[in-house]
């Protein structure tokens, strides 16, 4: 049994960081990814990270945001620097599982566990 859980997020000013993290209890293949969906919009991709530590990121949060992970710790993060008013939103973590057909790294599609979330807010 695979369960995903956030934590970090919070309120901060604009160009601000915040650093997310995701515990991933049970769950041992290498490709995660960070969601993100604010209201009144999709669900967002903006970074994941693959086998070889190869990672993946939106033209949205590039430059400002880098994902890693703690294999031994079972531990997904996303480091986000330079916040803007609009990264505001709920911030999910993603576990790839079996059974999702072709694999895009940005693609919710790709992922079969989620996280519940974790709200940041930027003013």
């Known amino acids: 049994h695979v369960q995903l859980v956030e934590s970090g997020g919070g309120s901060v000013q604009t160009g601000g960081s915040l650093r997310l993290s995701c515990g991933a209890d049970?769950?041992?293949?290498?490709?995660m990814a960070w969601f993100r969906q604010a209201p009144g919009k999709e669900r967002e991709g903006i970074a994941a990270?693959?086998?070889?530590?190869?990672?993946y990121y939106s033209d949205s949060v590039k430059g400002r945001f880098t994902i890693s992970q703690d294999n031994a710790k079972k531990t997904l993060y996303l480091e986000m620097n330079s916040l803007k008013p609009e990264d505001s939103a709920m911030y999910y973590c993603?576990?790839?599982?079996?059974?999702?057909?072709?694999?895009?790294?940005?693609?919710?599609?790709?992922?079969?566990?989620w996280g519940q979330g974790t709200q940041v807010t930027v003013s």
């Open positions: 993603a576990a790839r599982g079996p059974g999702r057909g072709d694999y895009t790294p940005l693609m919710s599609e790709s992922y079969k566990y």
């Open positions: 049970g769950y041992t293949d290498r490709r």
């Open positions: 990270i693959v086998a070889g530590g190869f990672t």
